[in-house]
């Protein structure tokens, strides 16, 4: 069966442009998250989404950084007036009915985002 | 500040050795441990996960050990094969809050 996917693959942009990463959960998964995973890091939680709603965004560094998920399927994450220090992989995982710790996260394969 | 804080950062194993990676953390509310493997290129992957109520946990040639009081948990990879070779992640959460640490590269060299 398909698993997350996430598009585009890779992102070049230039410094101050706007981005949209975009993440398409496993079918019927009602939790999906978005991760920052710089190079020789491990990821680090942005964005918690229960449904349509962001049940938890304590991660986003600051508020060029925003993510929707209107339907409750597919999310996308927007990065405004890129800087360089953006520049990371951007994974999504998702997760069956209820989230949190106990239910597994499956990850896409990231958006690699280069900020020039 | 590091909430999980893994080692090493590489290791180098002969195959069928037994590379063994740790973690520890400071937080006493965390109540799951996962470990995740990844490929150049791919999302991370869960391998195996254990609650704190348990000190050991096995699936197939992978093994936890889990030291609640020294909060402090480890990766064992019995018979380990080239195909092992991949960087791999501990983690720690509590409800929908998921740290990582900072992950190991491991290479099995046949």
């Known amino acids: 069966g398909a698993g997350v996917s996430q598009t585009p693959s890779n992102k070049v942009t230039e410094k101050g442009k706007y981005v949209e990463l975009r993440c398409d959960p496993i079918?019927?998964?009602?939790?999906l998250y978005w991760y920052r995973q710089s190079l020789g890091q491990g990821p680090e939680f942005l964005i918690y989404f229960q449904g349509t709603g962001a049940a938890d965004d304590s991660g986003l560094p600051n508020d060029r950084f925003f993510a929707v998920r209107p339907e409750g399927s597919v999310s996308t994450l927007k990065i405004q007036r890129t800087e360089r220090g953006d520049s990371a992989v951007y994974l999504c995982?998702?997760?069956?009915?209820?989230?949190?710790?106990?239910?597994?996260?499956?990850f896409g394969p990231g958006t690699r985002l280069t900020v020039l | 500040q590091q909430q999980v804080k893994q080692s090493p950062q590489s290791l180098i194993v002969q195959k069928g050795g037994i590379p063994i990676i740790n973690c520890a953390y400071e937080n006493t509310a965390f109540d799951y441990f996962p470990w995740y493997q990844q490929f150049p290129g791919k999302g991370p992957a869960l391998l195996i996960a254990?609650?704190?109520?348990?000190s050991e946990k096995k699936e197939g040639r992978f093994t936890i050990s889990f030291n609640k009081s020294a909060k402090q948990f480890s990766l064992h990879i019995m018979d380990s094969q080239p195909g092992d070779s991949a960087t791999y992640f501990c983690a720690a959460s509590r409800g929908n809050q998921f740290y990582f640490g900072t992950g190991t590269s491991l290479t099995v060299i046949p």
């Open positions: 254990i609650r704190p109520d348990v």
């Open positions: 995982a998702s997760s069956p009915a209820g989230g949190g710790s106990y239910n597994e996260q499956f």
């Open positions: 079918s019927g998964h009602t939790a």
